[in-house]
Nanobody, 124 residues
Framework: VQLQASGGGVVQAGGSLRLSCVAS????????TGWFRQTPGKEREFVAA????????YYPDSVKGRFTISRDNAKNTVYLQMNNLKPEDAANYYC??????????????????WGQGTQVTVSS
C-alpha cells in the first residue's frame, strides 16, 4: 500500500494551495480518507475527512469554510483545496485512509495507512 501526497509549497497569507494524494495497492473506494497536519512538537491534527462514497465531509472549525476535501475514486485520489491560508496553517500535511467506524473519522489513531507528508509554508 502506498499513499503519495503532493502539492505543498510556499504561499503568502490569503493564498491557495491544492494538495493531492494518490493511493495504490488497496481498494481505495472502500476507505474513508482524511487529511491531517503536524508541526514539530505537536500532536497530529485533524484537518478534513471524506466518506468512502464522498457523500459526506468533515472539518474542524479552524478550517471550515476555507478548506474543501474531495475525492475521485476512479483515480484513487483525494484532494484538499486550501483557500485563504493563514500562517497558522503552516505544517506538514498527511493523507491517510481508514476502515474504522464513522464516529472515529477525526481520530488519527484510527487511520491505517499514511502518506509521507507534504510541507505547506505560509508567509505573513
Amino acid at each position: 500500500v502506498q499513499l503519495q501526497a503532493s502539492g505543498g509549497g510556499v504561499v503568502q497569507a490569503g493564498g491557495s494551495l491544492r494538495l493531492s494524494c494518490v493511493a495504490s495497492g488497496l481498494r481505495f473506494s472502500t476507505y474513508n480518507t482524511g487529511w491531517f497536519r503536524q508541526t514539530p512538537g505537536k500532536e497530529r491534527e485533524f484537518v478534513a475527512a471524506i466518506r468512502r462514497n464522498a457523500d459526506n465531509t468533515y472539518y474542524p472549525d479552524s478550517v471550515k469554510g476555507r478548506f474543501t476535501i474531495s475525492r475521485d475514486n476512479a483515480k484513487n485520489t483525494v484532494y484538499l483545496q486550501m483557500n485563504n491560508l493563514k500562517p497558522e496553517d503552516a505544517a506538514n500535511y498527511y493523507c491517510a485512509v481508514s476502515s474504522g467506524v464513522l464516529s472515529s473519522i477525526r481520530d488519527f489513531q484510527m487511520y491505517k495507512y499514511w502518506g509521507q507528508g507534504t510541507q505547506v509554508t505560509v508567509s505573513s
